[in-house]
T-cell receptor, first 116, second 113 residues
């Protein structure tokens, strides 16, 4: 399947600082990328849908000013957690589709964010 | 969005046995996808089955889809220790506007050597 690379895999930051997570599609162009969040032993929750060249669409309850998403090219989307707090500690995973709807979505390796 | 439900939540079987996991969902869908997640890792895509399909195979995996019951099953035959992981189903809503996948709660599968 297609390869999606996410970086970093782990990050520890201090409260109040910002953290940027990158998601790249390595061998295909992804018009649409998605950002999910996963708490321990729980399922994935969609945070936002990122379309190249346009503003991201956020799910209800997700603060767009806190979780900044940029999809500057067809192979790169970034998620910036601004003014991080301990409750933002979580596992963040991106995914990308090679085609439009009704095609496979491939996931990155995830980023474990710990805010201290 | 509403989440699907997988059952069982946890399953422990002996190596070599078959493992069956079920998934139910609530909306009309374009497709249903199954993923595997090893502890603390990303998701590995296993199979996508579209709403007009009833069964798909991939190696030791068999997936069925019953849209009238809004349910799917994943069968892993001749299980191996390396199959130990969490398995999630995810659905793509067929309505306009909403995009992304809605995940079930997952089944944690343990294969005893």
């Amino acid at each position: 399947g297609a390869v999606v690379s996410q970086h970093p895999s782990r990050v520890i930051c201090k409260s109040g600082t910002s953290v940027k997570i990158e998601c790249r599609s390595l061998d295909f162009q992804a018009t649409t990328m998605f950002w999910y969040r996963q708490f321990p032993k729980q399922s994935l929750m969609l945070m936002a849908t990122s379309n190249e060249g346009s503003k991201a669409t956020y799910e209800q309850g997700v603060e767009k000013d806190k979780f900044l998403i940029n999809h500057a090219s067809l192979t790169l989307s970034t998620l910036t957690v601004t003014s991080a707090h301990p409750e933002d500690s979580s596992f963040y995973i991106c995914s990308a589709r090679e085609g439009g709807r009704n095609t496979e979505a491939f996931f990155g390796q995830g980023t474990r964010l710990t805010v201290v | 969005s509403q989440q699907g439900e997988e059952d069982p939540q946890a399953l422990s079987i002996q190596e070599g046995e078959n493992a069956t996991m079920n998934c139910s969902y609530k909306t009309s869908i374009n497709n249903l996808q199954w993923y595997r997640q090893n502890s603390g890792r990303g998701l590995v895509h296993l199979i996508l089955i579209r709403s007009n399909e009833r069964e798909k195979h991939s190696g030791r995996l068999r997936v069925t889809l019953d849209t009238s019951k809004k349910s799917s099953s994943l069968l892993i035959t001749a299980s191996r220790a390396a199959d130990t992981a969490s398995y999630f189903c995810a659905t793509e809503y067929s309505g306009g506007g909403a995009d992304g996948l809605t995940f079930g709660k997952g089944t944690h599968l343990i294969i005893q050597p």
